[in-house]
């Protein structure tokens, strides 16, 4: 029963700073490749950034400098810490396996606006 849950999104203003959390069950993260995604409306479900089980990333250019995604192994839990957010970020973010997806959860709901 894998189950990824997403939290910690909300409004910020522009320039702010916000972290997401994925918090996951029936899975060890460790063991996988790790992903942020996310999807404004009318646009198609894009990658930000991932995370190998070595602990190598890789990141949109979008938010390259910006966005880091890290993991906490011991709280089986991925974040994706958000600076400098931009009203283009606003977004619907999910976290997911990068290699065997399809566990989809309801994401968080991120808004950059002033």
């Known amino acids: 029963q894998v189950q990824l849950v997403e939290s910690g999104g909300g409004l910020v203003q522009p320039g702010g700073s916000l972290r997401l959390s994925c918090a996951a069950s029936g899975i060890i993260i460790s063991n996988y490749m790790m992903g942020w995604y996310r999807q404004a409306p009318g646009k198609q479900r894009e990658s930000v950034a991932a995370?190998?089980?070595?602990?190598?990333?890789n990141y949109a250019d979008s938010v390259k400098g910006r966005f880091t995604i890290f993991r906490d192994i011991l709280k089986n839990t991925v974040y994706l810490q958000m600076d400098s957010l931009k009203p283009e970020d606003s977004a619907v973010y999910y976290c997911?396996?990068?290699?065997?997806?399809?566990?989809w959860g309801k994401g968080t709901l991120v808004t950059v606006s002033s």
């Open positions: 995370i190998t089980s070595g602990f190598s990333t």
């Open positions: 997911n396996l990068v290699a065997q997806g399809g566990y």
